[in-house]
Nanobody, 115 residues
Framework: QVQLVESGGGLVQAGGSLRLSCATS????????MGWYRQGPGKERELVAS???????HYPDSMKGRFTISRDNAKSTVYLQRSSLEPEDTAVYYC?????????WGKGTLVTVSP
């Protein structure tokens, strides 16, 4: 059974930092591209960052310089880091694993940034 479990969310003050983790099981993690998406209140889900199985990273222009994605294949875990949080970063953050049409999602972790 495939599982992606996000953790690290919570209530953070503006200017603070976060480090989200996504622990996976049931997949050959090293073969999968991994991504972080987020969905803010009243907004559509959007890509925050992705990382290929080789470790190449991609950030949409709106996210460049704000987030850092990394992976640890030995732990089958992907991470997302962000400093200088803003209230606009309030969202549910989702982990995604993709490989040859196989697309798996976590249930998300809520990050709330207070002004």
């Amino acid at each position: 059974q495939v599982q992606l479990v996000e953790s690290g969310g919570g209530l953070v003050q503006a200017g603070g930092s976060l480090r989200l983790s996504c622990a996976t099981s049931g997949i050959t993690f090293s073969m999968y591209a991994m991504g972080w998406y987020r969905q803010g209140p009243g907004k559509e889900r959007e890509l925050v960052a992705s990382i290929s199985k080789e470790g190449f990273t991609h950030y949409p222009d709106s996210m460049k310089g704000r987030f850092t994605i990394s992976r640890d294949n030995a732990k089958s875990t992907v991470y997302l880091q962000r400093s200088s949080l803003e209230p606009e970063d309030t969202a549910v953050y989702y982990c995604n694993a993709y490989y040859l049409g196989r697309n798996h999602w976590g249930k998300g972790t809520l990050v709330t940034v207070s002004p």
